[in-house]
């Protein structure tokens, strides 16, 4: 299964592919130039295709426990200061997508969404301290009864060109189901209240809409 939003690059993609074989099958009479030049396209057209993939989740819905938004790796595991909706302090989990990760962004809790913006801004790479702040990304705010309000953050990296948010505010967010996607890149940070028991360690490779994050 493929994400709605890579059907049209998937589209442009086999077409790439259907004429780049034909042309190499008409025009390039040497053998070992044809099969290597047919070769490369298949490892581009293949490259899309799992970049774009969606695999089936099976969420346990839980209202005591935050689960991955995506798949990746723990980078960042503190208590920090979050400056644009709580000013205050929260612990920080941050999950890093590398381009053979699925990249669609899974809600990481279910409740009313209260707040949810896009910013404009730079492509440094996501590992980047300052790519949270000052990277293109969106923010979005969902408040449960049990758990309080949660921070998921979707942020931009060298190659990613494009965020995709579904998330509006007033409408409820189901733990586990589609919340957007990031093209071609990069990273999720998610602001927890301070008595948050984190069940990851740095490093960890988790699972989206699976895997428990944090328990509340």
Do not use: C
Request: no cysteine; aromatic share 10%.
């Amino acid at each position: 299964m493929f994400h709605k939003e890579g059907f049209k690059i998937i589209l442009i993609a086999t077409f790439i592919l259907s004429a780049g074989i034909i042309i190499i099958e008409n025009f390039i009479s040497t053998n070992w130039l044809n099969k290597l030049l047919a070769l490369i396209l298949l490892v581009f057209y293949i490259l899309i295709l799992q970049f774009f993939r969606n695999p089936q989740r099976k969420t346990i819905l839980n209202v005591n426990n935050i689960i991955a938004p995506v798949d990746g790796k723990v980078v960042v595991i503190e208590e920090v200061f979050e400056k644009e909706y709580f000013k205050d302090k929260r612990l920080q989990v941050s999950i890093f997508m590398s381009p053979i990760n699925v990249h669609v962004t899974r809600y990481p809790i279910s409740g009313k969404i209260l707040f949810s913006k896009y910013h404009p801004g730079k492509y440094l790479v996501a590992w980047h301290p300052k790519s949270s702040e000052e990277n293109e990304r969106t923010t979005i705010v969902i408040k449960n009864e049990t758990a309080g309000e949660i921070l998921y953050r979707q942020i931009a990296g060298a190659l990613a060109k494009r965020i995709v948010n579904y998330a509006k505010i007033n409408e409820t967010a189901v733990q586990g189901n589609d919340a957007g996607f990031i093209k071609f890149g990069s990273r999720v940070d998610l602001f927890l209240p301070l008595n948050a028991k984190i069940n990851v360690k740095l490093n960890d490779k988790v699972k989206g809409g699976e895997q428990i994050i944090a328990t509340l």
